[in-house]
Each structure stands twice: as C-alpha cells, then as structure tokens.
C-alpha cells in the first residue's frame, strides 16, 4: 500500500509538470519559408555595423531566431517580418525577448 500512496503524488507531479509545459509547445512558430535566412542576413548586417565580428554576430542572430521562434506564434513571426508595418507592441516585445535571451553573460 505504501508503495501506491508514494506513486500517486510523483504522478500528479508529473501531470503537472506536463500541463505546464503545454502552452510553452502549443506556443513555438517558425518564420515563414525563406524567412529564416533574411533575418539572419539582416541580423549579422546589424551586428556587423555596431562593431561585432562575424562568429560573434552569427551566435547572437542564431540565439536571436531560437528566441523568436520559441516565444511567438507563425502568425506573430510573419508579422514581425510584413511590409505593411509591424505592430509596435509585437517588435518591443520580439527585442526584449531576443535581449534576455541572448545578452552575453557577464
């Protein structure tokens, strides 16, 4: 009986746990086809008119794409990257989580 009273919890906990992590998943996007690519262009252009060397600007734009790609929806991505303007909101949001996710540890 012991044996059963102590497995019920580690499965709840478990279940939890899961659940948590659900929206996290049901979350990630992915840039549009193509898109990809631009960004990281664009991103190690940046990098490289602030100064940054080439291997340096490559880790930050890849950190930045993982971060994107892990907090925004397809949709949300794709807006990031429209011509018809990007909410402002949606861009503030897109640099503070590249910001916290890729600021070099110091």
């Known amino acids: 009986k012991e044996y059963l009273v102590m497995r019920?919890?580690?499965?709840?906990?478990?279940?939890?746990?899961?659940?948590?992590?659900?929206?996290?998943?049901?979350?990630?996007?992915?840039?549009?086809?193509?898109?990809?690519?631009?960004?990281?262009?664009?991103?190690?252009?940046?990098?490289?008119?602030?100064?940054?060397?080439?291997a340096t600007a490559k880790k930050h734009c890849d950190c930045g794409a993982q971060a994107i790609k892990k907090n925004f929806t397809d949709a949300e991505i794709a807006d990031l990257d429209s011509n018809d303007g990007v909410d402002a909101k949606l861009m503030q949001k897109a640099q503070t989580v590249v910001k916290q996710a890729c600021a070099p540890k110091s």
């Open 8 to 54: 019920v919890p580690s499965l709840l906990a478990v279940a939890a746990a899961g659940a948590l992590l659900l929206p996290m998943a049901a979350n990630a996007g992915n840039f549009p086809p193509g898109k990809e690519a631009g960004y990281m262009a664009q991103c190690t252009q940046v990098a490289s008119g602030q100064g940054v060397d080439a």
